[in-house]
């Protein structure tokens, strides 16, 4: 997945797969990259050393390794005698929070000195964790089984962990202002990320667009804005500065045809879910097991030297700031007894027969960051039931500066893959809409 005549090469763009994946997932924003600027000046490179289940050994795992491919590749690319001069990065999935990680790395080791950074783009990329928010069993389920089953990577996804020395989840330092992550992001000229407004089972709308709301739970109550300049038919892009907005009209309820019509429409699918999901828990929990031993191994092998890569050259100070970081390790400590999901609406208050001190300590809790928090939300659109350490994750990203394009894929069912064609189907068209709009408006 490289571009030829490299010796002419100027720019050097970086793609990093998701979760399970490898650069051939990325082969289509390859291609279309390379077809839109065909001079030789670009050259794109899809780095191969965290491919497959070796994401599972955590994202300052995979960034590290990947760092050093991108170092090596500069340095085989200078010798092939390219004269390098800018360089960009787009991530998929979880390969935008790995890209993330590098972009810290690479900025605090001197790299964007000599490379001027371009280009910053992620697809589906859960900035802000895979973590279920609400109260219920279900969520807490779901997020106890995701952390654990997916070695590091899963609990840096589901916000369990507590990264080294900071005392918050690894995904907050890179949302910290005071970091080296988000000083080298600023750094790029332009900054932007797709994410499915439906049917992104992965990824949710919320968590890849960096955002306090969701306007996309019922379709039929809001009017899509999609971006101009886009050929009617394959219209996908909505417009970022007012993607949505809500019926002036009162909807008329579905008859009972036209329930049953759209219920009938997924019954395959779901029928085929009853017979394999049993079958598919149980060797996906039986493999898990077994990688996430494996990751452990890898990562004991990563942390002492022995896996082919120097790793004390990337454990600079990620924090410029420490009072800063005393002072937020300080809060992680004080607010431990205080991160339940922030009710959405807010609760309404507790009968004095049923409130106990703790209940009553709690609720003030989720009322004050539930005032905190409606400050923030200008739109009419209800604040989601995040927690602390999401809303401070989307106010560090919103100081970057990033363009946030909502992609509205509704011809299939599964949208992550569709968002960068991960394989070449006739049902992607609409993805191919969304990656042509990223090259055209890639800057070389």
């Known amino acids: 997945m490289e571009a030829s005549n490299s010796d002419k090469a100027t720019h050097l763009c970086i793609l990093t797969h998701g979760m399970w994946g490898k650069p051939l997932h990325l082969k289509h924003l390859k291609e279309t990259l390379s077809k839109q600027y065909p ?82 783009t992620t697809f589906a990329t859960p900035h802000l964790g895979t973590r279920a928010h609400g109260t219920g069993y279900g969520g807490a389920f779901w997020n106890n089984l995701g952390a654990k089953t997916l070695s590091a990577s899963g ?24 970091s080296i992550f ?9 900054k932007s990320v797709y994410a499915n407004t439906l049917n992104d089972r992965s990824v949710p709308y919320y968590t890849a667009c960096i955002t306090r709301v969701d306007p996309f739970v019922d379709l039929d109550a809001v009017d899509l804005h999609y971006l101009e300049g886009q050929v009617p038919e394959e219209e996908v892009i909505l417009d970022p500065e007012s993607p949505v907005t809500a019926k002036k009209t009162p909807q008329t309820a579905l008859t009972l045809y036209q329930r049953s019509s759209r219920s009938l429409t997924n019954v395959p699918f779901y029928a085929l879910l009853t017979v394999l999901l049993p079958i598919g828990a149980t060797f996906f929990l039986v493999n898990s097991g077994i990688q996430s031993f494996r990751s452990a191994a890898r990562m004991k092998l990563h942390e002492e030297g022995k896996a082919g890569i120097t790793t004390h050259k990337y454990r600079m100070p990620l924090l410029e700031d420490a009072r800063a970081m005393q002072e937020r390790v300080y809060e992680q400590l004080n607010n431990n007894q205080q991160e339940e999901y922030l009710p959405t609406p807010p609760p309404e208050p507790a009968s004095s027969s049923s409130s106990a001190s ?52 509704d011809q299939v069912r599964h949208t992550h893959a569709a968002i960068v064609v991960r394989s070449e189907r006739s049902s992607y068209p609409q993805g191919r809409a969304v990656v042509q709009h990223w090259a055209s408006n890639f800057i070389l």
């Not at 994401?55 to 090596?72: K, L, P, S």
């Not at 988000?182 to 332009?190: H, N, P, V, Y």
């Open 358 to 409: 703790s209940s009553s300590t709690q609720l003030a809790s989720e009322k004050n960051l539930a005032r905190q928090q409606s400050k923030k939300n200008h739109s009419s659109w209800p604040t989601l039931a995040l927690n602390n350490d999401q809303f401070a994750m989307i106010d560090g990203l919103d100081s970057v500066g990033l363009i946030r394009y909502p992609c509205h894929i």
């Open 39 to 120: 001079s030789g000046e670009l050259y794109v490179f899809a780095p191969n050393s965290n491919a497959e289940y070796l994401t599972y050994d955590g994202i300052e795992t995979g960034a590290e390794r990947v760092t050093h491919e991108i170092e090596a590749k500069i340095a085989e690319l200078t010798e092939a005698g390219a004269k390098l001069k800018k360089i960009s990065i787009a991530g998929y999935s979880l390969g935008g929070l790995v890209a993330r990680y590098v972009v810290g790395l690479l900025h605090k080791n001197g790299v964007f000195d000599s490379l001027e950074p371009t280009n910053f």
């Open 182 to 190: 988000i000083q080298g992001l600023r750094r790029f000229k332009r």
């Open 155 to 178: 609990a840096q996804m589901f916000l369990a962990d507590s990264f080294r020395d900071t005392g918050k989840p690894l995904l907050s330092t890179l949302a910290d202002p005071n």
